[in-house]
């Protein structure tokens, strides 16, 4: 063989060694931005519902509407104090009336693209109230559990959110 044959043989393999290294790094360069894409989704996820359920478990909201007109609220707030919640408050925030339903509160929270599910239990396992939908089981769920008084038992408030 003549040596100008082995230097073509040579670019060759390599400029093919050369694509198949960059397809691989492309490839891998997608799957990362949508993992990390993935990732940042359920982190705000989660920081909205963080918000959500600390704004329910310790402001009171605007305690003047509650028991007067609940399509009037302008924020929500289950408390009476810091993680102490109203027995009043829970039971009209769980009725779904024709004027203040789920849509609504969702509204409220500002979480118009995504389902809410709240559920409040005592320690012992029976549960107090509940609002919105189940989420099923193949969605990316998020959930918070939050420890409150209702009344002068200790009881927990369970947060779920997903996208729609």
């Not at 509407?65 to 009209?92: H, Y």
């Not at 004027?99 to 509160?105: A, E, K």
């Not at 509204?107 to 109230?129: D, H, K, P, R, V």
């Amino acid at each position: 063989m003549k040596r100008g044959q082995t230097g073509v043989m040579d670019l060759i393999v390599a400029v093919v060694i050369a694509i198949i290294t960059i397809t691989a790094i492309a490839i891998s360069w997608d799957r990362f931005i949508i993992k990390l894409n993935e990732k940042n989704e359920f982190n705000d996820l989660q920081l909205k519902l963080f918000q959500i359920s600390d704004l329910l478990v310790t402001s009171e909201g605007n305690t003047d509407q509650w028991d007067i007109n609940l399509s009037k609220l302008s924020s929500l707030g289950l408390a009476i104090d810091d993680r102490i919640i109203s027995r009043n408050k829970v039971g009209n925030f769980t009725k779904n009336t024709n004027d203040f339903n789920l849509t609504n509160i969702t509204n409220l929270l500002n979480i118009e693209t995504y389902y809410f599910f709240m559920n409040i239990t005592f320690l012992n396992g029976s549960q107090i109230a509940y609002i919105g939908p189940n989420p099923s089981l193949n969605k990316s769920v998020v959930s918070f559990g939050r420890y409150v008084k209702y009344g002068n038992e200790p009881a927990e408030i369970i947060t779920k959110l997903w996208k729609k």
